[in-house]
């Protein structure tokens, strides 16, 4: 394949925008190369600036979970967008998009709209402290949870990438107050909680995370970490950005079976357009301004552009609770053609999957962790990434990403996925 536009355009973009780009890990630092600029995309398929079609494994990080450009979405926007694009007062569109939020999700009788799934659990994390009266809240190695001074705390995503999963900027006053929980490890959890006994306001987590690519939390793990919040009167925060509407109707508490206490959204709740959100019960979202005194706010929150976009979506999911159910038969496919073709190559390596989040890693050790995450064999993996690419499959440019499906691929599209690797040499 040939790039030469969008190498020029990188090159332009590097003199006006720090490294080209506006979220790091479109920079492709972690599997080298440049990256490619899109110009066009529909259903499953990315078409780049030097007219290269590509199938795409990343949905815009996820929201555009039934495709690019997908029409009842984008006809929603174009009809919103000629009765004007923003008032900064309210409108039915939020109350519409609110109702069936709550009504899909278990446990929620409020949700607040933002803009990004960073201001959410920046957001949540606010008002958890602010319920309980307490500083402290635990996460989790390689758990990332956008880019707030909290979270920049060993995160995962873009950050490991960079090497600096703790970010200069973060003040050591906040960096004390978020304490660091390895995943998977209740003893962990359950000692850090003891040794700052009554002191934790809150503890968040990716009840399946893509931080450090697909990590699967063990049901002992997160049925304990519910029981130890319940018994020692911390809020547990469930951060559902990445599985939120797409592991189910009602994410990953519905899959799961366990409930959270306050539920951050992102990406698919957005239909692709700006929008974050976060939700509890009445008991904690009353805390919130203009209710409570827990202060939150935003210009543009609730935007009637964003709120169509994720109306049609959520209405399009409600609709076909079945499309959860054949994106994760996909993914399964997937999973098996993908292990196949690696059989045959000889190499170790590890696929986790859930429902349509799937990752590979190279390493021989089961991957449950962020340890665990980073023992895998990045050389190969770049090889790995950089050869299906050149064969028109666009994976994550990094091993700590999970990729997510889009229920616009097809089998055939699976089926020249695996013959893509199947014909590269790793
Ligand atoms: N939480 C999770 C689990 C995420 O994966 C992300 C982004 O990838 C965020 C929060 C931050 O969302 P945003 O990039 O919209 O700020």
């Keep these: 394949m040939i790039y030469k536009r969008s190498s020029e355009l990188f090159n332009e973009a590097k003199k006006y925008i720090p490294g080209g780009v506006n979220s790091p890990v479109r920079a492709f630092n972690a599997v080298g190369g440049e990256p490619i600029f899109v ?193 020692e009167g911390i809020l547990l925060i469930f951060d559902e950005v990445m599985t939120g509407f797409r592991l189910g109707r009602g994410g990953a508490q519905e899959v799961l079976g366990v409930d959270a206490d306050i539920v951050t959204f992102g990406k698919v709740i957005g239909g692709g357009l700006p929008v974050g959100a976060f939700a509890a019960r009445d008991e904690i979202m009353d805390y919130l301004a203009p209710n409570g005194p827990v202060y939150q706010a935003g210009t543009l929150s609730g935007n009637p552009l964003a709120m169509s976009a994720g109306l049609a979506m959520l209405t399009e999911l409600n609709n076909n609770p079945d499309i959860f159910r054949s994106l994760a038969e996909k993914t399964e496919y997937l999973h098996k053609g993908l292990e196949k073709a690696l059989d045959k190559k000889g190499i170790a390596y590890q696929i986790n999957r859930f429902g349509s989040m799937i990752s590979v890693h190279f390493t021989d050790e089961p991957v449950i962790d962020f340890e665990s995450s980073a023992k895998g064999n990045n050389d190969t993996f770049k090889k790995y990434f950089h050869g299906m690419l050149s064969k028109g499959v666009y994976l994550p440019p990094s091993a700590f990403e999970s990729y997510f499906l889009n229920d616009a691929l097809s089998y055939k599209d699976l089926d020249d996925t695996i013959a893509a690797l199947e014909s590269l040499d790793l």
């Design 39 to 231: 110009k066009e995309a529909k259903g499953a398929y990315l078409y780049d600036e030097d007219g290269n079609k590509i199938i795409d494994y990343i949905a815009s990080w996820g929201p555009l979970i039934l495709g690019h450009a997908y029409d009842p979405v984008i006809n929603a926007v174009i009809e919103k967008a000629k009765k004007g694009t923003s008032f900064g007062m309210p409108t039915e569109i939020e109350t519409e998009l609110a109702k069936l939020a709550v009504s899909m999700v278990p446990n929620i009788d409020k949700i607040r709209f933002v803009n990004s799934g960073t201001e959410a659990c920046m957001s949540a994390v606010r008002l958890a402290r602010g319920f309980k009266g307490k500083d402290k809240i635990i996460k989790f190695a390689g758990c990332y949870h956008g880019h707030s001074d909290s979270f920049l705390i060993q995160a995962g995503s873009g950050a490991v990438t960079f090497g600096s999963p703790n970010s200069p900027g973060v003040t050591e006053g906040t960096a004390k107050d978020t304490l660091l929980a390895n995943y998977n490890d209740l003893d962990n959890v359950t000692s850090m909680v003891a040794a700052n006994k009554g002191e934790i306001a809150a503890i968040i987590i990716e009840p399946v995370a893509g931080n450090m690519g697909c990590i699967i939390p063990s049901k002992e793990f997160i049925t304990g970490l519910r029981e130890l919040c319940t018994k």
